[in-house]
């Protein structure tokens, strides 16, 4: 069975999102989602305060008053740095060795946060998953993915893979090793093009039957070794975004359009709107025929 099969399927097909980071007072930050004209987010988590089963009754209730459907929380962990390739190794997720344990029990507080915030699915990246299976590092991130998938299981949630570290078939052979059925991918096409890790449309067919969720990004390929690419307003860099869409909706994906501009401020703002218009148009063509 197909892991999309048993999402509940409470917005309109393609819904359009945006992906929101709240930091120390999501209360505050929430409106963001409000001021660009949607109603529905993936989230960041907040502060460490805010992970208290009190503190998330509170923003659920917020949350709810503003009629705001958060579709995913995020993981995210101290220490992890994006400057350039070699720092994202050495940082992000579970595959630095003297973090892993301490970020296991974080992400278990995450996810249950997430379940007090009633969102079925928290997203997070792995880091850079090694593209040998016999590397004895790759038993390892398996193992701690696997654990926590297993954590959400018991939440009745899903665990949801950011794409872009790794290749396409490095994504689908660690989909096929972990070996659960909760467990799907976030797909960001412009995450692969900004890491260099190949085309992201033959990624999304690859692995496609495992997409629960997707990130509106764009971005140009990097122009110096080990440094990322650049991100680009949505429709402005290499993704192709309506192939993207159309691509999407031929495998049968019908949750959010979650738009991503990593930037902050006023541009932030007036990009993700802008991306917002984009992907009005291109989900009527698409949709309607
Ligand atoms: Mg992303």
Same mark, same amino acid.
């Given at each position: 069975?197909?892991?999309?099969?048993?999402?509940?399927?409470?917005?309109?097909?393609?819904?359009?999102?945006?992906?929101?980071?709240?930091?120390?007072?999501?209360?505050?930050?929430?409106?963001?989602?409000?001021?660009?004209?949607?109603?529905?987010?993936?989230?960041?988590?907040?502060?460490?305060?805010?992970? #208290?089963?009190?503190?998330?009754?509170?923003?659920?209730?917020?949350?709810?008053?503003?009629?705001?459907?958060?579709?995913?929380?995020?993981?995210?962990?101290?220490?992890?740095?994006?400057?350039?390739?070699?720092?994202?190794?050495?940082?992000?997720?579970?595959?630095?060795?003297?973090?892993?344990?301490?970020?296991?029990?974080?992400?278990?507080?995450?996810?249950?946060?997430?379940?007090?915030?009633?969102? !079925?699915?928290?997203?997070?990246?792995?880091?850079f998953v090694p593209?040998?299976?016999?590397? &004895?590092?790759?038993?390892?991130?398996?193992?701690?993915?696997?654990?926590?998938?297993?954590?959400?299981?018991?939440?009745?949630?899903?665990?949801?893979?950011?794409?872009?570290? #790794?290749?396409? &078939?490095?994504?689908?052979?660690?989909?096929?090793?972990?070996?659960? !059925?909760?467990?799907?991918?976030?797909?960001?096409?412009?995450?692969?093009?900004?890491?260099?890790?190949?085309?992201?449309?033959?990624?999304?067919?690859?692995?496609?039957?495992?997409?629960?969720?997707?990130?509106?990004?764009?971005?140009?390929?990097?122009?110096?070794?080990?440094?990322?690419?650049?991100?680009?307003?949505?429709?402005?860099?290499?993704?192709?975004?309506?192939?993207f869409i159309r691509?999407?909706? #031929?495998?049968?994906?019908?949750?959010?359009?979650?738009?991503?501009?990593?930037?902050?401020?006023?541009?932030?703002?007036? !990009?993700?709107?802008?991306?917002?218009?984009?992907?009005? #148009?291109?989900?009527?063509?698409?949709?309607?025929?």
């Open positions: 069975m197909c892991i999309r099969d048993r999402r509940a399927m409470a917005l309109e097909p393609m819904a359009i999102g945006v992906m929101l980071g709240v930091g120390e007072s999501p209360e505050e930050s929430i409106q963001k989602v409000l001021d660009v004209g949607v109603t529905n987010a993936q989230m960041g988590r907040p502060g460490d305060a805010w992970l #208290e089963p009190g503190k998330a009754a509170e923003l659920k209730q917020k949350i709810d008053e503003m009629g705001i459907t958060i579709t995913t929380v995020f993981c995210g962990f101290d220490g992890e740095s994006y400057a350039d390739i070699p720092t994202v190794r050495e940082t992000v997720g579970f595959v630095p060795q003297a973090t892993r344990a301490a970020r296991l029990a974080k992400a278990k507080q995450i996810a249950d946060f997430a379940k007090i915030l009633g969102v !079925d699915i928290v997203a997070a990246h792995v880091g593209e040998e299976a016999d590397d &004895p590092q790759y038993a390892e991130v398996v193992a701690v993915v696997g654990e926590f998938a297993d954590y959400l299981k018991g939440n009745g949630q899903k665990l949801s893979l950011e794409t872009g570290q #790794e290749t396409g &078939p490095t994504l689908l052979r660690f989909l096929h090793d972990l070996g659960r !059925d909760n467990v799907g991918v976030n797909f960001d096409p412009a995450n692969m093009i900004l890491y260099g890790s190949g085309d992201p449309i033959a990624a999304l067919r690859l692995v496609g039957q495992y997409v629960i969720g997707c990130h509106c990004k764009d971005g140009v390929p990097p122009t110096e070794p080990d440094q990322l690419g650049t991100e680009m307003p949505l429709g402005q860099g290499d993704v192709g975004i309506e192939r691509t999407l909706h #031929e495998l049968g994906y019908t949750g959010p359009l979650t738009i991503e501009r990593e930037i902050t401020g006023d541009q932030q703002k007036a !990009d993700i709107i802008e991306a917002r218009a984009l992907l009005e #148009e291109i989900r009527a063509r698409v949709l309607g025929g």
